[in-house]
């Protein structure tokens, strides 16, 4: 099914968490095999929290019991040292406190960051291992950038979650209530005067954040649909400047970065005030209390002193800190909670289902002609077939009989593609099927993979339904050439091993001389060690075609489809193939699609499809003679009248 980029379906059309509890349980899930550490991370954390409290707490008691008293020319005694003396021990433990405070944060740190990394290793295995697993047909309605951004964008804000947001908000909801307390033991009255200005910055807070968490979820969606569009963009350049469509390409880039930029504008602008009006309010409030604490101090109402007034101070000071970072946090928590919601999304996506249970093997004959299983290649496959109703497995000879019993199918229910498709291709048969663009001839050999699963009708390999086949023993015994070449990074001995992992290097160089490959592979910098990157853009289209095709002769297939697979290679190379091609196409059941019809005379069957059915079958000679659709494609008469 070809794929369009522009109308394939978003990673989910919620424009912030549907569930962000539910959500946030299953981030915790990921933390369970680190639980121990975490523990003793947050511990530290909770250490770090009550050092800074304490070592604030004690600037009370070393105001009243030390420095008022050296002002007032006063000496204390404390054991056998004097006033200036106990104040320098005591600002020590201070300082010690406010040290093992420090080092506990460290430690805390170095503890969630290690386990952060070692989750989102896990997350994207988890991701890239289900993403393996899909259909086709969800790649074929999602965007190859959407589907980047989650490896991107999205897991870079759940590592910020994990490392920051919820070390952080755990810190500071900790400092919150240990200030809290502390200002209550402090001066029950000047809390209250403090709890009423956080009432009011709380309100504003859960305001303010609401509408900056929305446009943070919308940033994230506009960032994944701009991947999208570049990537597309970038595929098909030569396209856009074949066409000069430079301009429109740049107006329709323009809507996307503007649709991003206004979602960005929004949520950075309502996340920014929010700092600086809790700051102004933290100043408000601070005034406020100064205000009132040195009435209560002067006139020593509730037992208020000078050394409890600047502790208090203190702690009102720093409380609207906290306070504001986890306003500034819930931002980020939303967003990652946003990103984390589409990663799960893909994880929870249906896998390519697959109840098939007969298997391909190896196998060989016994001394009485039947078919055994056995490890070594021989060149000769079984299928290997369990019969749950008797309890017993029976070896079927392969042959590679491919049978199509009225099929149709239709990539959306509203569309049908191919219209009861009734075929054979005999054992080693070679088949080609023709047609118009559209007729549905790639369709047959998505089918025949089973990339898709037909609407009605039978298919049949070696007289088994192939719904009965394991879907990887069914594939590896068909091996394809694709029109559209894909290279991966790394030398070109490592991309013709793609077809058989274990192949030799001798395998691979014979696979590479079927292909007509091993002359310009031998001229190129490294040879067969020459690294290709880029999907091999340092080699023409037709060297690339040629890698593909001696690729699939590593493979060594029963079954053979070759979807134009000569299209990139010129008239003269073609010649030069021909014969390599048909060595590897000897003994096999082969299915090839081609424009160009020279290259399907020597089929055995040829197939002629137009609107999804076949309207003509039988041989080249045989076609010719009945001057239909296959002889005015062959003469050019259907494009001449």
Not at 212 to 232: D, P, T, W
Not at 393 to 398: F, G, N, R
Not at 526 to 533: A, F, N, R, V
Not at 589 to 607: G, Q
């Amino acid at each position: 099914m070809p794929k369009d980029p522009k109308h394939a379906v978003p990673m989910t059309k919620k424009y912030r968490a549907a569930s962000p509890m539910k959500t946030f349980k299953r981030i915790l899930t990921y933390l369970k095999p680190f639980s121990a550490r975490l523990v003793f991370a947050f511990i530290a954390l909770l250490l770090n929290v009550v050092a800074n409290i304490a070592g604030t707490y004690m600037l009370s008691i070393a105001i009243n019991n030390y420095i008022l008293p050296l002002v007032q020319h006063e000496q204390v005694a404390l054991g056998t040292l004097t006033g200036l003396d106990a104040l320098g021990g005591f600002v020590g433990i201070m300082a010690a406190i406010y040290v093992s405070g420090a080092l506990f944060q460290y430690v805390s740190h170095y503890i969630i960051i290690s386990a952060t990394t070692r989750i989102l290793e896990n997350v994207r295995n988890e991701m890239f291992e289900k993403m393996e697993r899909l259909p086709i047909k969800y790649f074929d309605t999602h965007t190859h950038g959407d589907l980047m951004s989650l490896y991107t964008n999205d897991t870079d804000t759940l590592r910020e979650l994990l490392s920051n947001g919820i070390p952080n908000l755990i810190t500071n909801a900790a400092t919150v209530v240990g200030m809290f307390v502390a200002m209550l033991v402090l001066s029950p009255l000047l809390t209250l005067v403090s709890v009423a200005m956080l009432v009011i910055m709380l309100f504003i807070t859960k305001t303010i954040a609401g509408k900056s968490g929305k446009h943070f979820v919308l940033q994230q969606r506009g960032v994944g649909a701009l991947n999208g569009y570049i990537e597309e963009h970038m595929d098909g350049l030569k396209v856009v400047k074949v066409f000069c469509h430079e301009e429109a390409e740049k107006a329709d880039f323009d809507k996307h970065n503007k649709s991003l930029r206004e979602a960005s504008k929004k949520a950075h602008t309502y996340a920014n005030v929010l700092f600086p009006i809790m700051g102004n309010l933290s100043y408000v409030s601070y005034a406020v209390t100064a205000i009132v604490g040195t009435i209560l101090t002067i006139n020593g109402f509730g037992g208020m002193n000078w050394g409890k007034l600047i502790s208090f101070m203190q702690y009102s000071r720093q409380f609207s800190n906290p306070l504001s970072q986890i306003a500034q946090q819930m931002n980020g928590i939303l967003m990652a909670l946003a990103g984390a919601e589409r990663i799960f999304e893909l994880i929870d996506q249906e896998p390519e289902k697959d109840e098939g249970y007969v298997m391909l093997v190896n196998a060989k004959e016994d001394e009485n002609g039947e078919m055994i299983e056995c490890e070594e290649y021989t060149g000769m496959w079984a299928w290997k077939h369990y019969h749950k109703a008797t309890d017993t497995t029976t070896y079927v000879k392969w042959r590679g009989e491919v049978e199509f019993e009225n099929v149709s199918f239709g990539y959306v229910p509203e569309k049908t593609v191919l219209k009861n498709v009734t075929m054979e291709a005999l054992p080693g048969q070679k088949i080609a099927l023709v047609g118009s663009t559209g007729a549905g001839k790639t369709t047959i050999t998505n089918l025949i993979n089973r990339f898709y699963d037909i609407t009605e009708g039978k298919i049949r390999y070696d007289d088994i339904n192939i719904t009965k086949i394991n879907k990887d023993d069914l594939r590896r015994s068909m091996a394809m050439v694709l029109q559209d070449t894909h290279l991966f990074t790394g030398t070109v001995r490592d991309n013709i091993r793609f077809g058989k992992l274990d192949a030799t290097d001798e395998e691979v160089e014979n696979a590479a001389k079927l292909a007509n490959a091993d002359y310009f592979i031998r001229h190129l910098p490294e040879g067969y060690d020459t690294m290709l990157t880029g999907d091999g853009t340092n080699l023409s289209q037709g060297q690339r075609q040629l890698l593909a095709i001696a690729r699939a002769a590593v493979a060594n297939p029963p079954v053979l489809i070759l979807d134009e697979a000569t299209s990139s290679i010129d008239t003269r190379t073609e010649k030069l193939i021909e014969k390599g091609m048909d060595r590897l196409m000897q003994g096999r059941t082969v299915f090839v699609i081609a424009h160009r019809l020279s290259t399907v005379r020597n089929a055995d069957m040829i197939l002629v499809l137009e609107h999804g059915e076949i309207i003509e079958r039988g041989n080249h000679d045989e076609l010719i003679a009945a001057r239909g659709k296959y002889y005015q494609l062959y003469t050019g008469a259907f494009e001449l009248e």
